[in-house]
């Protein structure tokens, strides 16, 4: 595909994903026990901009509904999907691995491990920002160990990294567990609620610190896409080239931490959205990794947004826990993946 075809075709997926999102939003703040047609929310939008308009509702309970509950938890289903995504991107390009995710791979796990430590003992020492520090801490931790491992002879082992990743996971459902034995009733709620993920009680309060986070940490990803394509090329050619590889790695460990613990800290843990989207992304427009970082946070959040109305609505009267969602769809793909990339690369090799 050559570069004017390849502009086109990113353009036109991003044409046609943002329109989905507009649309996702659109319904997902409409539809609930308290049905709000669509244009009541856009006109709610457009005054909150500063633009009257006649659409906008007259009722204070459908206004109330729409900037208390509905538009928090839609905005936090885009930016949770979106920094899973770019996350996920960023995972793939320094591993050199398609099979590379933060939840395949143990960092989700083990940032709720850190937010939930900080539930069970109490943790206050920064405020409202405790439980987000903790997430982060316990996502590096868990990233770092998985790089150690299956990282060897100046290569990552694609079997390697799979394991690494399910003792992670193993290791964090235990210390999950132990947390719940030794906390309180309280405490063992909010773990289960880490566990199943959900973004239900969604507050703006939280959405303004993932949006923080999230704009800085996908910044930091598109300020380093060109070194992620040089890495494509192999340590020793990015390296010639003036990439310092290892330096680029620990960074980009210590981001993905960043992006995927701010995440799992007010929502729980949401695995394979990482893994499908960018995958995705790049069968779609190709590895360049400005386009496919930039085009993974928008269908991250088209995703999320998606499943969390699914989640609001499949069952009646009841709040489907979105991770649940997500791991049905994952599931199968990840599947997938294993077995064309087997079929493609001729092993794990």
Do not use: K
Not at 44 to 62: D, F, H, V
Not at 293 to 298: M, N, P
């Amino acid at each position: 595909m050559s570069g004017r075809a390849a502009g086109r075709r990113a353009v036109l997926v991003g044409s046609v994903t943002a329109a989905l999102l507009a649309v996702g939003v659109v319904l997902s703040a409409g539809l609930g026990q308290l049905p709000v047609g669509p244009a009541e929310v856009v006109g709610s939008l457009l005054r909150a901009i500063g633009m009257p308009s006649s659409w906008a509702p007259t009722e204070p309970l459908i206004e109330q509904t729409l900037w208390q509950i509905r538009f928090p938890r839609v905005a936090m289903s885009l930016l949770v999907g979106a920094l899973l995504a770019v996350a996920g991107a960023v995972m793939q390009a320094i591993f050199a691995n398609p099979l590379a995710e933060p939840g395949v791979v143990g960092v989700s796990s083990g940032a709720a491990v850190g937010a939930a430590a900080a539930i069970t003992l109490g943790v206050s020492f920064l405020g409202p920002w405790s439980i987000a520090v903790c997430a982060f801490a316990g996502g590096l931790v868990a990233t770092l160990v998985v790089y150690a491992a299956a990282r060897a002879h100046g290569r990552t082992e694609s079997i390697t990294l799979i394991l690494t990743g399910i003792a992670v996971n193993a290791f964090a459902g235990a210390a999950l567990a132990l947390l719940m034995f030794v906390g309180d009733t309280a405490s063992r709620e909010q773990i289960v609620f880490w566990q199943l993920g959900s973004m239900n009680g969604s507050r703006w309060s939280e959405v303004a610190i993932v949006a923080l986070v999230g704009a800085l940490g996908t910044a930091a990803s598109l300020g380093l896409a060109r070194r992620f394509d040089l890495l494509a090329l192999g340590d020793r050619t990015a390296a010639h080239l003036g990439v310092r590889v290892e330096a680029l790695r620990v960074g980009s460990i210590v981001l993905v931490a960043l992006l995927t613990g701010v995440a799992v800290a007010f929502v729980g843990i949401i695995a394979f959205v990482g893994l499908v989207v960018p995958h995705i992304i790049r069968m779609l427009v190709g590895p360049a990794h400005r386009g496919l970082i930039a085009l993974s946070a928008l269908g991250g959040g088209v995703v999320l947004v998606y499943a969390d109305l699914l989640a609001r609505t499949i069952v009646v009267s009841a709040d489907l826990p979105i991770g649940i969602l997500t791991s049905l769809v994952g599931g199968p793909f990840f599947f997938w993946l294993i077995r064309r990339t087997r079929r493609t690369a001729g092993g794990w090799s």
